[in-house]
């Protein structure tokens, strides 16, 4: 599977932003999905997972309660809601697929390009 993140930008800390991610082939449902993020000089983390389903979503701390993970099957995409931004979420976020939950690095099959995401104080 072929994944294009798009979305990123910069925004006022408080702001919002929707990120998205477009995912190529007919067998979007077979993969667990995510979104990760690289800040400068840091290791890429997880921030969200979601399953195959959409049934079920999973958060780093850092974003529960502010980012929402969501799927929409027949469009191949998922989509990262980002509210409430802080600085500290500056980061190229990048989304990521696998088959099985992808809270981990080591659980992503396939990565895509990353997208720039700036927040301003």
């Known amino acids: 599977v072929q994944l294009q993140a798009s979305g990123g930008g910069l925004v006022q800390a408080g702001g919002s932003l929707r990120l998205s991610c477009a995912a190529s082939g007919r067998t979007f449902s077979s993969y667990a999905m995510g979104w990760f993020r690289r800040a400068p000089g840091k290791e890429r983390e997880f921030v969200a997972a979601i399953t195959r389903s959409g049934g079920s979503t999973y958060y780093a701390d850092s974003v529960k309660g502010r980012f929402t993970i969501s799927r929409d099957n027949a469009k191949n995409t998922v989509y990262l809601q980002m509210n409430s931004l802080k600085p500290e979420d500056t980061a190229v976020y990048y989304c990521?697929?696998?088959?099985?939950?992808?809270?981990?690095?080591?659980?992503?099959?396939?990565w895509g390009q990353g997208t720039q995401v700036t927040v301003s104080s």
């Open positions: 990521a697929a696998g088959y099985t939950i992808v809270v981990h690095t080591s659980t992503v099959g396939y």
